[in-house]
Nanobody
């Protein structure tokens, strides 16, 4: 399983970006997918998750600004980011965890390579 993240870039504060994470195999049997980020000098932190049933959860810092979604036909995870601030600057990583019954199951799931988001003030 390979995850290819894209959509990062340089944006001014207040702007928007949409990240995408394309999986090389079907995400039909994925239990949960998520976006994480890591700013320089900081640990990787959870940004948002979405379950197989469509339930979502967000870090407090991004609630009401970011929206996570998934397209099981396109095998792609998205993160719509609005009202960006310099504090959102980080490398963003996607993660997918398949269920125990899936041939792709792996305890830690799979990680994309990361896409850099830089928000200028």
């Amino acid at each position: 399983v390979q995850l290819q993240a894209s959509g990062g870039g340089l944006v001014q504060a207040g702007g928007s970006l949409r990240l995408a994470c394309a999986a090389s195999v079907s995400i039909f049997s994925v239990n949960a997918m998520g976006w994480y980020r890591q700013a320089p000098g900081n640990q990787r932190e959870l940004v948002a998750t979405i379950s197989s049933g469509g339930s979502t959860d967000y870090a407090n810092s991004v609630k009401n600004r970011f929206t996570i979604s998934r397209d099981s036909v396109k095998n792609t995870l998205y993160l719509q980011m609005n009202s960006l601030s310099p504090e959102d600057t980080a490398v963003y990583y996607c993660n997918a965890k398949y269920g125990l019954g899936s041939p792709y199951y792996r305890y830690s799931g799979y990680w994309g390579q990361g896409t850099l988001v830089t928000v200028s003030s």
